[in-house]
T-cell receptor
Framework: SQQGEEDPQALSIQEGENATMNCSYK?????LQWYRQNSGRGLVHLILIRSNEREKHSGRLRVTLDTSKKSSSLLITASRAADTASYFCAPLIQGAQKLVFGQGTRLTINP | GAGVSQSPSNKVTEKGKDVELRCDPISGHTALYWYRQSLGQGLEFLIYFQGNSAPDKSGLPSDRFSAERTGGSVSTLTIQRTQQEDSAVYLC???????????FGPGTRLTVT
């Protein structure tokens, strides 16, 4: 499978703590994108990191990419209850030009 | 501005019937994608359209599934002779190009009884 694979499958932390989710993939990519999904419906794009980038920030989000290890991580700092959602990584496979989604990480922020 | 819209939001149909799901992408987006998501699972790619190029149908699970995109805008996903295993949320997304961020619609929840 070429899909992005997230780890852990589920994560539960206290509000205010940081959450780290990891993603691994198996082939060369053009970029890697992270999405959030609430309530099992539409996904929202969070951040895109290109294959020649190593780190990217957006507000409380920090994404890293290590193409030598074919892995990425998403860090959410100072978590809030509203961050409770499923998070998906989606590598854009080089040549195929389509995103392949993993099973996601279910993040729960406890008040 | 208007986002990606999908209709209907929910569809209940009897096994063996045909269904049509509609997607209105963001105006100006040349790429349009269909995905399927079963309960608690990740997204399964079905098909994408990019401009006037031939669509990538590699993800369609069987020949009962087909999709078209008229005038480079609205797309319809058709499932013929529905089966219970077709029950899922069908998500549509569009993007400016194939490599950019995708904007998702709210999905159509299909239930086959």
């Amino acid at each position: 499978s070429q899909q992005g694979e997230e780890d852990p499958q589920a994560l539960s932390i206290q509000e205010g703590e940081n959450a780290t989710m990891n993603c691994s993939y198996k082939t060369s990519i053009n970029n890697l994108q992270w999405y959030r999904q609430n309530s099992g419906r539409g996904l929202v794009h969070l951040i895109l990191i290109r294959s020649n980038e190593r780190e990217k920030h957006s507000g409380r989000l920090r994404v890293t990419l290590d193409t030598s290890k074919k892995s990425s991580s998403l860090l959410i700092t100072a978590s809030r209850a509203a961050d409770t959602a499923s998070y998906f990584c989606a590598p854009l496979i080089q040549g195929a030009q389509k995103l392949v989604f993993g099973q996601g990480t279910r993040l729960t922020i406890n008040p | 501005g208007a986002g990606v819209s999908q209709s209907p939001s929910n569809k209940v149909t009897e096994k063996g019937k045909d269904v049509e799901l509609r997607c209105d992408p963001i105006s100006g987006h040349t790429a349009l994608y269909w995905y399927r998501q079963s309960l608690g699972q990740g997204l399964e790619f079905l098909i994408y359209f990019q401009g006037n190029s031939a669509p990538d149908k590699s993800g369609l699970p069987s020949d009962r599934f087909s999709a078209e995109r008229t005038g480079g805008s609205v797309s319809t996903l058709t499932i013929q002779r529905t089966q219970q295993e077709d029950s899922a949320v069908y998500l549509c997304a569009s993007s400016v190009g194939l490599a950019g961020e995708q904007y998702f619609g709210p999905g159509t929840r299909l239930t086959v009884t």
